[in-house]
């Protein structure tokens, strides 16, 4: 399990196809992820034809793995085909609230976490897109979700075609608490954040983008209160669009 | 990579303590999972002190591995960590919102999957205890989890002291869906549950619980419309509580 440690993100796959009979395997493992009273509270949307990849991508913002990777891969939170199962056994399903959007996601991530520890293991590449929360709405009419199934992440899968530098990472002293939680102090969030604010790509970064400090980077360009603020009201529409 | 398809949870340890380098070795795998932006909005509080399980304990509705596992996990979604970091530096930061709630789920749970898939290939076991989004202000008070740091799971780790048959899934054809959602029908419905309902352990539950279906145990006894609707509220209440 090496592999966990020396993994990196890959963006540019291969145009060779990831074989039908892998693909079901690793959904295999990622189905024995942890589940809320084995409910399997999710489904996974696979896009592989070219057309339906460029319906999906504007909602990425077109980011170009969505149509150069074989295997787009939609992980919903599903609370739909739980509560039809209810429905056809004389039980009244009460599912379509909060708690079950978020018992729903997490389920949902397991799943597909262990999906992404399997395809790497086997040799596959994968990307994360987070963008996935910022247009929900436009992904469900994509996909023809029906309600009680959202859309929480996304992975794009193939044979990788590059070896990518792999990133930094917060010491783990950042990450964990014993016990209970000890608040940061001025001290410590410089000590911290020193290493990574002393990288030279974010210290170009920096530079280019005119910023003093690199969190600069992050709340005038990368993730502005404005844009979440935007993308917070259309999740929760999307959301309650869903009937959670 | 075959105990991601054997594995199961496990909800009785040995004694025997989990030694912290390996400990540090998992958490470090964890880290590496995949994160937006590489921000790592995530922390892990880690509990091994029996009066501090003892504490937690009520919150987790005393489920037994939360006293009887050498440690318990709590991973929660942290905006709190970065946005310090951002004050400092004179940035503005604007994660206070429900699309940073959902993205730093997204982040920490990623991370938590990661560190149970290195714990069992390390021979522990591990329990996910969804109870953690029930009682979420229980325990943010128990842990002393300041503003916009919030749990979202709990994992129960230590050595197997049983080997407990391994839970059904449902087929791989109900959770994958080609290209777009195909929505179920009756029959779909009928055939992809009918494994579950003719288990022996099922058919158990309703004749011992005085129901007609299983669908009856999970919706009039297991997770109640009314339970699902009060923890809803609560949830709510604590994420803005939290400042999300």
Known sequence: MNSLKTRRTIRRYR???VPATLLGDLLESACRASTVGNMQTYSVVVTRDAARKAALAPAHFNQP??????LVLTFCIDLHRFSLWCEQRKATPGYNNFEWFVTGAVDTLLAAQTFCVAAEEAGLGICYLGTTTYNAQQIIDALKLPELVFPITTITVGYPDETPEQPDRLPLEAIVHDEYYHDYTPDSINR????KEALPENLRFVRENNKET??????DIRYTKADSEHFSRALWEAMKKQGF
């Open 214 to 219: 690199l969190a600069q980077v992050f709340t």
């Open 15 to 17: 145009s060779e196809d």
């Open 65 to 70: 793995m969505v149509q150069t990777a074989p």
């Open 192 to 195: 911290l954040y020193a290493f």
